[in-house]
């Protein structure tokens, strides 16, 4: 079987305090970065032990993974096992990256986000143009408010030209024709982002060759449609898998849109859906 996993254990702790993320600056107490340790630990011995699969998996925590030693651990250990073609997360890249050293670059990959005003510019472009010599795979991106354009441009302009720069539609923002034009100058996909997607109906690769797991091993089709599907350590989410048409109104989130079958997305990230890198860098 070839599956895909989208995992968000109980990590909800960020070292950001980014005013547009309901999480920044949240803290674990002790217990819950405990459990959260022991979750992954779990998942990561499972996934070690599914060698007559085929699996690519995406960590998307809530909170900053990589400054938790756990999660550096295992992304580097994940990366060297034979079945598992992919492993990528999001990140913030505040986290050191000496690592990276110990993580396989063709399994690894990063997605990164730049958040201005939360780490100082010279330091998280010299952490890319480290990725970028130690020959990881990853993407940049921002999310597109009118004040970051210029931090975006400037970092369009300084990024190894490899490197894909995205733009995230900002919450709840409408975006003018000009305003577009300006982000899609800068990221030839940003129409995909601007508008929510409308999905209900719609044929969708989630719940049938990708699936969302939590920390307790729940399984859903997406981080977006709650309906339970069984549980991983069980094996009774298998029998579930199957095509199924989406059952929300629209879909807004790309690690959600990106598995629609009616959008061309696994043609145009062919061989970097994870981690947000296009097949080839496209052009307006």
Partial sequence: ?????????????????????????????????????????????????????????????????????????????????????????????????????????????????????????????AKCRDLAARGIRFSVGVVGLPEHLEHARRLRADLPAHVYLWVNAAEGHTYTDPEADAWTALDPLFPYSRHPHRSAGLPCRTGASVVSVDGDGTVRRCHFVRAELGNLYDGSYRDALRPRPCPLAVCDCHIGYVHLETLPLYDVFAGGVLERVPAALPTA
Wanted: proline share 6%; charged share 25%; aromatic share 12%.
């Fill in 1 to 125: 079987m070839d599956l895909t996993i989208l995992y968000r254990g109980p990590l909800a702790s960020c070292d950001y305090d980014c005013p547009y993320c309901p999480f920044a600056k949240r803290r674990d107490s002790r217990a819950q970065l405990t459990a959260d340790r022991e979750a992954l630990a779990r998942f990561a011995d499972w996934a070690t032990a599914r060698r007559d699969d085929r699996l690519s998996l995406l960590f998307t925590p809530w909170g900053e993974g990589l400054v938790r030693s756990w999660y550096r651990r295992t992304l580097a250990e994940l990366s060297h096992q034979p079945h598992i073609d992919r492993v990528a997360i999001q990140t913030n890249l505040s986290c050191r990256t000496d690592w990276l050293a110990d993580a396989d670059p063709d399994t690894l990959a990063l997605w990164c986000t730049y958040h201005p005003g939360q780490t100082p510019y010279d330091r998280f472009l």
